[in-house]
């Protein structure tokens, strides 16, 4: 059993099926299949099923996945403990960032890390703080970017806490106001975030809290779409203040949250108890040094 046919394997389950595998692994379909015809065969059991473009994990099929998953976060600790001997001089970091705020908020600090430590290779990978979690926990990301929660399955380093604003049409009958509450946006289309993003589910319960449920106008990840949004009168949208400033526009209004106080407060997570490479160590220590927007 070999290392490249369990990561081909891992790779299926959690793409969802070969072609998207293939494509993560930048590898061919074909190379794909066959390194997981030859797991199975190695084994002498199945592990998918394969129902045309679906597939489904067998009872073995569980079972393989949990070990190959272990085999292959302690393949991975292995290499970043041997990197570590040559002092940052070679290794990876593999690293996930917010989709929303990354533009303003990392481009410096990544500047800087590849400034001081160009022979560290970055993989970088965007997404919703739901999608990064869930990278940590397999260890396909080393660290990660996500709103604060209080679970056991992390450590955590924090970063920023930015309140967050309301972005109106010009022509909305609170545009004129200094601040607004959010319970004055009953009536008001929403335009919200993708399931993946925790920030969403922040304010679907600050709404309900405030006694009514948003009517949707749209979803998306990408913040600059969504004031896009906004500017053609198609509803407001709540982002952090540090966001919401860098993306204003004509025909967009900028307000206060004055209640609730709405919060985006990131952190850096890793899988608790994990080994951290001296890659991901010093991406830590680069935060620390780089207080974030003063008084948020």
Request: include cysteine; proline fraction near 5%.
């Amino acid at each position: 059993m070999e290392f490249k046919q369990l990561r081909s394997f891992v790779a299926v389950v959690h793409h969802g099926g070969f072609t998207q595998a293939a494509k993560g692994l930048n590898a061919s379909q074909s190379a794909v299949s066959k390194q997981v015809a030859q797991l199975e065969q190695r084994l002498g059991v199945q592990l998918l099923e394969r129902q045309g473009p679906q597939i489904r994990l067998t009872d073995a099929g569980t079972v393989v996945l949990r070990r190959a998953e272990e085999l292959l976060r302690l393949q991975g600790e292995l290499h970043h403990e041997l990197d570590d001997l040559s002092q940052l001089t070679r290794g990876e970091l593999r690293l996930g960032l917010p989709l929303i705020g990354s533009d303003a908020l990392f481009t410096e600090l990544f500047a800087e890390y590849r400034r001081r430590y160009p022979n560290i290779v970055v993989h970088l990978q965007e997404g919703g703080s739901k999608s990064i979690e869930a990278l940590v926990l397999s260890g396909e990301l080393e660290l990660g970017g996500s709103l604060t929660r209080d679970d056991p399955a992390f450590a955590a380093q924090p970063f920023c806490n930015e309140p967050l604003e309301v972005l109106l049409p010009a022509d909305h009958p609170l545009a004129g106001q200094a601040d607004v509450a959010l319970a004055q946006l009953a009536d008001t289309p929403f335009l919200l975030y993708q399931q993946s993003f925790i920030l969403n589910d922040r304010l679907l319960q600050a709404c309900r809290q405030a006694g009514f449920i948003p009517r949707e106008a749209g979803r998306s990840g990408q913040a600059d779409f969504l004031v896009a949004l906004v500017a053609a009168g198609q509803g407001v949208v709540l982002l952090p203040r540090v966001v919401a400033r860098k993306l204003l526009r004509p025909g967009v209004v900028c307000q206060t949250l004055r209640e609730p106080d709405l919060r985006w407060d990131i952190a850096f997570i890793w899988r608790n108890g994990a080994y951290l490479s001296r890659a991901a160590q010093a991406w830590l220590e680069l935060l620390k040094e780089r207080p974030l927007l003063p008084g948020s």
